[in-house]
C-alpha cells in the first residue's frame, strides 16, 4: 500500500549548522504537507506544496516538491534551538477505491539542536 | 481559544473497559478527523467526517472503535473493551473547505491502558 517513508529518523546538529529532512512516497502524491511538533505538543502545519519542481521558503526554511512529485525535503539553515522538534510530511493519498482522500504521514524526523 | 480543544487530555483505564473521547473542532470547520499517534510514529488516520458524515474509516480501526459527529460539531471516539495496544494518543484535528487543505491538530488526549 502507499507508503511514505522520511530519513533520517533523528538528527542532532550544533545550534547554527544547518539540516534537511527528505520524504519520499512509493507513489506519486497530489500533494506535501509538512508539519511541525514540538516535544510533548501536537503538529503544527508548516506549509503545502502542490506543484512539480515547487519550491517555497519561510525564513531560514526552504521547501522543495521533487519533479515527479514522489518525493520532498525540508532545508532548514542555520538552525537555533527553537528549532527542536520533530518535522513530518503529510502526502495525501486517496483513500482505497474511493472519492475521498486521508492525509498519509511519515515517521518524522526529531532534531535535536545543541546550543 | 478558538483552536481544536479535545477533553480529557489524559485517560488511564484498566484493560476492558470502555473510555470515550471529545474533541471540539474549530466552529467554522466542516471537516474533522480522527488519528491515533505512538512514540516514534507520524499521526496514523482513523476516521474522518464531513459535517455530520462518516465518510472514511481505516481499516485498521476494529469494531471496538466507533466515531459520531451527531450535529456537524462536536466529534465522539469511543473505545470499548480497551487493550493494552490501544495505549497512545489520540489526535482530533479540523480543516475548512476543500478535502487536502491544512488540518488544525488538538493537543490530543492521552490514553493509557493497564
Known amino acids: 500500500g502507499q507508503q511514505v517513508m522520511q530519513i533520517p529518523q533523528y538528527q542532532h546538529v550544533q545550534e547554527g549548522e544547518d539540516f534537511t529532512t527528505y520524504c519520499n512516497s512509493s507513489?506519486?502524491?497530489?500533494?506535501i504537507q509538512w508539519y511541525k511538533q514540538r516535544p510533548g505538543g501536537h503538529p503544527v502545519f508548516l506549509i503545502q506544496?502542490?506543484?512539480?519542481?515547487e519550491v517555497k521558503k519561510q525564513k531560514r526554511l526552504t521547501f522543495q516538491f521533487g519533479e515527479a512529485k514522489k518525493n520532498s525535503s525540508l532545508h532548514i539553515t542555520a538552525t537555533q534551538t527553537t528549532d527542536v522538534g520533530t518535522y513530518f510530511c503529510a502526502g495525501w493519498v486517496r483513500y482505497s477505491g474511493g472519492s475521498n482522500y486521508k492525509l498519509t504521514f511519515g515517521k518524522g524526523t526529531l532534531l535535536t539542536v545543541n546550543p | 481559544d478558538t483552536g481544536v480543544s479535545q477533553n480529557p487530555r489524559h485517560k488511564i483505564t484498566k484493560r476492558g473497559q470502555n473510555v470515550t473521547f471529545r474533541c471540539d473542532p474549530i466552529s467554522e470547520h466542516n471537516r474533522l478527523y480522527w488519528y491515533r499517534q505512538t512514540l516514534g510514529q507520524g499521526p496514523e488516520f482513523l476516521t474522518y467526517f464531513q459535517n455530520e458524515a462518516q465518510l472514511e474509516k481505516s481499516r485498521l480501526l476494529s469494531d471496538r472503535f466507533s466515531a459520531e459527529r451527531p450535529k456537524g460539531s462536536f466529534s465522539t471516539l469511543e473505545i470499548q473493551r480497551t487493550e493494552q495496544g490501544d495505549s497512545a494518543m489520540y489526535l482530533c484535528a479540523s480543516s475548512f473547505g476543500a478535502s487536502t487543505y491544512e488540518q488544525y491538530f488538538g493537543p490530543g488526549t492521552r490514553l493509557t491502558v493497564t
Open positions: 506544496l502542490v506543484k512539480s519542481g
Open positions: 507513489t506519486t502524491l497530489s500533494n
